[in-house]
């Protein structure tokens, strides 16, 4: 009930297309779903988050998309750019605790 | 405001050894979580600490522990390497400000290697 399973493993997109990864839970209890990005040698940056009472939130060309009757959520990368290369982690927790619940990740290569 | 970080940035120790890795908070963040990250597990979380205090636990031997300073600066120790401990350890802090969302700010991490 802890797991938080992401999809695809890696992912390729031209210059200019969607990226879409997607990730699914079960734990009801959860109320809070970042998104991070990771670049090699880096540590994970907040890229944007959601909670359960909105169904989609946009912050410049990233989306998330929360299903929760489905206990899904995903991320959308508009206009994709070589960039944003980079592997991604969706994640998830409950109440107000440090305990974040991660996703595997997802290797993403935007081909100018 | 100075992000999270995080010493040493990198760290060579030999099975059987100790280790101590250091994390500095974003000025006025008082809570610190501690993440472990493997290519093989992934990100797995190890502690939080919050006004000195251990909140939450994750599911690692009790070689692993914590603590945290009166400025909100922590330490996590390592006791008795093993070769499987050799990760990329990862400081987070975040604000506890009622109301908000207490998003986790992540440092560089520490790269420890276990020979």
């Known amino acids: 009930q802890q797991q938080v399973k992401q999809s695809p493993q890696s992912l390729i997109v031209q210059k200019g297309g969607i990226s879409i990864i997607n990730c699914a839970y079960e734990?009801?209890?959860?109320?809070?779903f970042p998104w991070y990005q990771q670049f090699p040698g880096k540590g994970p940056a907040l890229l944007i988050a959601?909670?359960?009472?909105?169904s989609e939130k946009k912050e410049g060309r990233f989306t998330i998309s929360f299903n929760k009757s489905a206990k899904q959520f995903s991320l959308h990368i508009m206009d994709s750019q070589p960039g944003d290369s980079a592997t991604y982690f969706c994640a998830a927790r409950k109440d107000q605790g440090g305990k974040l619940i991660f996703g595997q990740g997802t290797e993403l290569s935007v081909k100018p | 405001k100075a992000g999270v970080t995080q010493t040493p940035r990198y760290l060579i120790k030999t099975r059987g050894q100790q280790v101590t890795l250091s994390c500095s908070p974003i000025?006025?963040?008082?809570?610190v979580s501690w993440y472990q990250q493997t290519p093989g597990q992934g990100l797995q979380f190890l502690f939080e600490?919050?006004?000195?205090?251990?909140?939450n636990k994750g599911n690692f031997p009790g070689r692993f522990s914590g603590r945290q300073f009166s400025n909100s600066r922590s330490e996590m120790n390592v006791s008795t390497l093993e070769l499987g401990d050799s990760a990329l350890y990862l400081c987070?802090?975040?604000?506890?400000?009622?109301?908000?969302?207490?998003?986790?700010?992540f440092g560089p991490g520490t790269r420890l290697t276990v020979t």
């Open positions: 959601i909670r359960p009472d909105v």
């Open positions: 000025s006025g963040h008082r809570s």
């Open positions: 600490y919050f006004s000195e205090t251990q909140r």
């Open positions: 734990n009801t209890a959860f109320d809070y």
């Open positions: 987070a802090s975040s604000s506890t400000t009622s109301g908000g969302w207490h998003e986790q700010y």
